[in-house]
């Protein structure tokens, strides 16, 4: 006959066994510990004496979005950008900076462009993409413009002459949505990762005020 130590200890082994193949099996997903810092969005553009938001995500090892985990920003360069400390950064003079996010013993890093002048390819388009190409925009009423790529953007937006008009920037349906100017809502509609921030707006009405180039 086993002895009742013997039989207390394995029952203990059985059920830690058990308890430890619930966890993994109930809740595959469940979040780890931070693994990743990520600056969004990771290269942006600001205008001179403007003002731009970023964001600092956390992510455990599975890629699972975390909070609690408030971030400390710098800059690489105040001279070029500052950032405060809710991650909004200003652009002071020409050139580029590394703004970073630190969370969690753990850092991440975003470049800012500050600039005088906005073309379509590299600072338009970014923000058309994240803030006016989502699956949840333009689903009813009228025809929704492409801003998937520079090319559908130009077309949809200028060539199509439905949207803005070249060098005119108290005109047109686009700056008239992403403005909310009465009665229209304005857009896009999203979450506070995509909402289009002044700093953005300002580089798309700039671009616009340049003559809405293909550039």
């Known amino acids: ?7 207390r200890l394995v029952g203990a082994v059985l059920i830690t ?3 430890g193949s619930a966890c993994s099996d109930d809740c595959p997903n469940c979040p780890g510990p931070p693994a990743t810092v990520v600056v969004s969005p990771d290269t942006s553009s600001v205008l001179l004496d403007r003002e731009l938001q970023l964001v600092a995500l ?3 090892k599975n890629g699972n979005l975390l909070s609690g985990h408030p971030p ?3 800059s690489s360069d105040d001279n070029l950008a500052t950032v405060d400390a809710d991650g909004k950064v200003s652009g002071v003079a020409v050139g580029t900076a590394t703004i970073t996010a630190s969370a969690a013993g753990l850092k991440g890093e975003g470049t800012v462009l500050v600039l005088t002048s906005s073309t379509l390819s590299k600072q338009v388009q970014p923000i058309l993409e994240t803030s006016c190409a989502q699956a949840f925009c333009h689903v009813t009423g009228g025809l929704a413009p492409l801003m998937t790529s520079a090319a559908e953007s130009y077309a949809s937006l200028v060539t199509s002459g439905k949207y803005l008009v070249p060098g005119d920037t108290t005109t047109g349906l686009l700056l008239e949505r992403l403005h909310g100017v009465p009665p229209v809502r304005p857009m896009p509609p999203g979450t506070p990762f995509v909402q289009l921030e002044p700093g953005n707006y300002d580089l798309i009405a700039l671009w616009i005020q340049e003559g809405a180039l293909n550039n």
Do not use: H
């Open 72 to 74: 400390t920003w710098s």
């Open 17 to 19: 066994g058990l308890i």
């Open 1 to 7: 006959m086993r002895s009742p130590v013997i039989l």
């Open 58 to 60: 956390v992510y455990d």
